[in-house]
Nanobody, 121 residues
Framework: QEQLVESGGGLVQPGGSLRLSCVAS????????IGWFRQAPGKEREAVSC????????YYADSVKGRFTISGDNAKNTAYLQMNSLKPEDTAIYFC??????????????WGQGVQVTVSS
């Protein structure tokens, strides 16, 4: 059973916007927080943002603060990553993840399949 399904990736020009969506299973929503990681060509996989289901606390990587916003809609079993003012260095495969505690790779328990985001002129 697929527990995390991403959508919304694509090609956008620098300065543009995209919104990624992640539909999560009940098992994940009841037990884990949701986050987004990304991996760019030639770079290590990194945490982008996470949101706590219990109190709504949010984490953002320094590189995306002020540009990206993570949110969740429990009624739709969906988490979102709104990405504004996109830069070429944001180009990466983006993964929706279920995290246990911290927004770190060690705490990722489930991975989505990933969606490609390409920022290019």
């Amino acid at each position: 059973q697929e527990q995390l399904v991403e959508s919304g990736g694509g090609l956008v020009q620098p300065g543009g916007s995209l919104r990624l969506s992640c539909v999560a299973s009940r098992e994940i929503l009841d037990n884990y927080d949701i986050g987004w990681f990304r991996q760019a060509p030639g770079k290590e996989r990194e945490a982008v943002s996470c949101i706590s289901g219990s109190d709504g606390r949010r984490y953002y990587a320094d590189s995306v603060k002020g540009r990206f916003t993570i949110s969740g809609d429990n009624a739709k079993n969906t988490a979102y990553l709104q990405m504004n003012s996109l830069k070429p260095e944001d180009t990466a495969i983006y993964f929706c993840v279920a995290v246990w505690d911290y927004c770190s790779e060690e705490d990722v328990k489930y991975w989505g399949q990933g969606v490609q985001v390409t920022v290019s002129s």
